[in-house]
T-cell receptor, first 117, second 115 residues
């Protein structure tokens, strides 16, 4: 089925370990983004990309890196995991239609639940 | 900066009751407004949207009207079902600068419908 695919669904890391959360979409969406969801906080934007080779920081970028080498993939890297990064991570994508980029909504993946101990 | 405020709940209703979830926002300019729904263990799904003042978004019996004068986008449904139990998020997107800086979300409202 077309959509946004996130892997893994669950992950437990030890403090200081590194890992990459994968996100892939098959809808030829130009725009992709990463959010984290914490209890009582809603979702907060980590990083986003408006196309291959272009990335930018969102509201809470510290501790995370991203790259966008293809239109389909937008991995999120944790270089040295910390307990504060325990969260549920969502990837989202959208078509870019000139200046009306997100006005018509995003497609979200099903999330990655990350626990850092 | 931009912000979205919504009642956090949990909100518990009986089946067939009338639902209102309040949402107000603070933003410069004329944002687009959204309601997303998250069922247990799943990602967010777009429920409805409105892109300009006085627009009414509707889907699956849910409705919300973009009220610029009161900066509100309240979600309503006339008769809820057990299957509507989920977390509902109000969100906005700025339309300036292409809006590439993503959505601003409220904290979410947990809705529980009892048979």
């Amino acid at each position: 089925n077309a959509g946004v695919t996130q892997t893994p669904k669950f992950q437990v890391l030890k403090t200081g370990q590194s890992m990459t959360l994968q996100c892939a979409q098959d809808m030829n969406h130009e725009y992709m983004s990463w959010y984290r969801q914490d209890p009582g906080m809603g979702l907060r934007l980590i990083h986003y990309s408006v196309g291959a080779g272009i990335t930018d920081q969102g509201e809470v970028p510290n501790g995370y890196n991203v790259s966008r080498s293809t239109t389909e993939d937008f991995p999120l890297r944790l270089l040295s995991a910390a307990p504060s990064q325990t969260s549920v991570y969502f990837c989202a994508s959208s078509h870019r239609t000139g200046r009306l980029l997100p006005r018509y909504g995003y497609t979200f993946g099903s999330g990655t639940r990350l626990t850092v101990v | 900066g931009d912000s979205v405020t919504q009642m956090e709940g949990p909100v518990t209703l009986s089946e067939e009751a009338f639902l209102t979830i309040n949402c107000t926002y603070t933003a410069t300019g004329y944002p687009s407004l959204f309601w997303y729904v998250q069922y247990p263990g799943e990602g967010l799904q777009l429920l409805l949207k409105a892109t300009k003042a006085d627009d009414k978004g509707s889907n699956k019996g849910f409705e919300a009207t973009y009220r610029k004068e009161t900066t509100s986008f309240h979600l309503e449904k006339g008769s809820v079902q057990v299957s509507d139990s989920a977390v509902y998020f109000c969100a906005l997107s700025r339309n300036s600068g292409g809006g590439a800086d993503g959505l601003t979300f409220g904290k979410g409202t947990h809705l529980i419908i009892q048979p």
